[in-house]
């Protein structure tokens, strides 16, 4: 049973700092892509970071940039998401995802998702 389990979310103040966690499970973790994405009320679903299946490239939305910083352990099943200088904006459901990029058909898994809110 394939299972994505996010944790790390809460409240926090503007400028402070958090630490979401994915613990991965059901799959081969170390052959998929990870990322996380978030989502405000009233606001599609977007992308805010990603790593590959090694390691050895991240991407970050253009809005994170220099605050938030993924990794993983292949080891561990683990994909982190340290976020740093949050701001108010930051507040929203992240969810973790996994991607393989299959012929004819990705295959894609998701977390429940845990609430991050940046507020004083």
């Known amino acids: 049973q394939v299972q994505l389990v996010e944790s790390g979310g809460g409240l926090v103040q503007p400028g402070g700092s958090l630490r979401l966690s994915c613990a991965a499970s059901?799959?081969?973790?170390?052959?998929?892509?990870m990322s996380w994405y978030r989502q405000a009320p009233g606001k599609e679903r977007e992308l805010v970071a990603t790593i590959t299946s090694v390691g050895g490239n991240r991407k970050y939305a253009d809005s994170v940039k220099g605050r938030f910083t993924i990794s993983r352990d292949n080891a561990k099943n683990t994909v982190d998401l340290q976020m740093n200088s949050l701001k108010p904006e930051d507040t929203a459901v992240y969810y973790c995802?996994?991607?393989?990029?299959?012929?004819?058909?990705?295959?894609?898994?998701w977390g429940q998702g845990t609430q991050v809110t940046v507020s004083s």
């Open positions: 995802n996994a991607l393989f990029n299959s012929f004819p058909t990705p295959v894609k898994y």
């Open positions: 059901g799959f081969t973790f170390s052959r998929y892509a």
